[in-house]
């Protein structure tokens, strides 16, 4: 029995199908340290990924290295997300990176990134059932911790926007241990006793430990389970927590939630005013209308009527006879042109002029010599008459 040989594009292909259908392998996250590291000016980032016991070939595309937040570099301590697979060219397995991070924030970035994929797959980040916020809410309802900066930045900026608008603080635990409980109790309690028009909640900011309370699943549904409009307001720029995506409007820091919740009372002030000079021209303009109309067209006395419509008459009689004159004029001349043309085309012209017609005894023209013969008679109408002639 001869053994079967194999191509090495074979073995290479072969490895790869079933390192592709591995799926562990297919979505691993790698935890090393970068050594060998160089930049490809097509922008894919080459890597070896090294611990005590061995390295690991790496390599991240450029589409993949541009959504990086910080700049690799040797020695540099990495948690890599990709799938290992073969590159067959080479004969060698590497990992190909979609994502990396740097180790330390590692284990928590994992599970917000899982989390985040499950509810978003849930539909709890869905926009369609998102919540307008009140453009003029009578309260407020603000949970977060009771001192701070977060809170006093919140109650300054709504009391100089909207002096009427009532506050209400839950105070709340926004750190530690129990803290997403306490956050949930607040929300739920101002749900329950529909004690406002808008929820803000929110802290000041703080690393990704210090937040992670507005990452912890029961935050996310307390917020998108709530029937009152909520705001997140965690005091970080840049990134994101489960519960902006939960919430119906993210705001980046406690203050601009202030400002987005309440209107302000100034600008209020200002497009009132505006309204109300709008109505009082619009106004004055139809009075001003009303009056040129009422001068225009002013009552009357039944003799105003009648001497009006007796001056109508008389113009419609000088009207009518005028056009009476120019239709009489117009056929007359007409007349005159028909009858000349009928004139000169009478026979009694010819006449006139010497000539004779000769007719036989029926009437009959005679217009030649040979029609008539010796002896016969015919009458000869002249200008003045007739005669009656014989033939010799």
Not at 25 to 50: A, C, F, M, Q
Not at 94 to 99: A, P, R, W
Not at 262 to 273: C, F, K, Q
Not at 372 to 379: H, M, N, Q, W
Request: proline share 4%; with cysteine.
């Amino acid at each position: 029995m001869e053994p079967k040989i194999a191509t090495v594009s074979q073995i290479n292909g072969y490895v790869k199908k079933i390192l592709d259908h591995n799926i562990i392998l297919n979505n691993v996250w790698v935890k090393g340290e970068i050594s060998n590291y160089k930049r490809h000016y097509s922008g894919h980032l080459y890597i070896t990924l090294k611990d005590e016991g061995g390295v690991l070939k790496s390599v991240m595309f450029r589409s993949a290295a541009a959504t990086l937040a910080f700049e690799p570099s040797d020695g540099m301590k990495v948690m890599a997300r990709g799938r290992v697979s073969v590159y067959e060219a080479g004969g060698a397995y590497q990992l190909y990176i979609e994502e990396m991070i740097p180790d330390g924030v590692g284990e928590l970035y994992i599970a917000y990134e899982q989390l985040k994929r499950r509810l978003e797959e849930e539909g709890l980040f869905d926009e369609r059932r998102k919540k307008p916020i009140p453009k003029f809410p009578k309260t407020v309802g603000v949970v977060t911790a009771p001192t701070g900066a977060a809170v006093r930045d919140v109650i300054n900026v709504i009391t100089r926007r909207c002096p009427m608008t009532e506050i209400i603080i839950y105070p709340a635990q926004v750190q530690g241990a129990g803290a997403a409980e306490s956050i949930v109790k607040a929300i739920e309690y101002f749900n329950a006793a529909n004690a406002a028009d808008t929820l803000i909640v929110g802290r000041g900011g703080g690393s990704i430990e210090d937040l992670w309370a507005f990452n912890e699943e029961i935050t996310a549904r307390a917020i998108y389970a709530s029937k009152i409009p909520v705001i997140s307001a965690v005091g970080h720029e840049t990134d994101f927590t489960i519960a902006d995506f939960a919430a119906d409007l993210r705001a980046p820091t406690p203050s601009a939630a202030a400002e987005i919740a309440v209107p302000s009372a100034i600008e209020l002030r200002g497009m009132l005013n505006a309204d109300q000079n709008r109505i009082l021209r619009n106004i004055t303009g139809r009075i001003d209308s009303g009056r040129l109309l009422l001068k225009r067209f002013k009552m009357k006395t039944p003799k105003d009527k009648i001497d009006e419509y007796s001056l109508r008459v008389d113009a419609l009689t000088r009207s009518m006879e005028n056009s009476v004159k120019m239709k009489t004029m117009t056929l007359r001349r007409a007349f005159s042109e028909q009858a000349a043309k009928l004139d000169a085309l009478s026979p009694l012209q010819t006449l006139s002029r010497g000539y004779a017609i000769p007719t036989k005894k029926d009437g009959t023209v005679i217009r030649g010599a040979k029609e008539i013969k010796s002896g016969d008679e015919f009458t000869l109408r002249l200008r003045d008459g007739s005669k009656d002639c014989v033939v010799k």
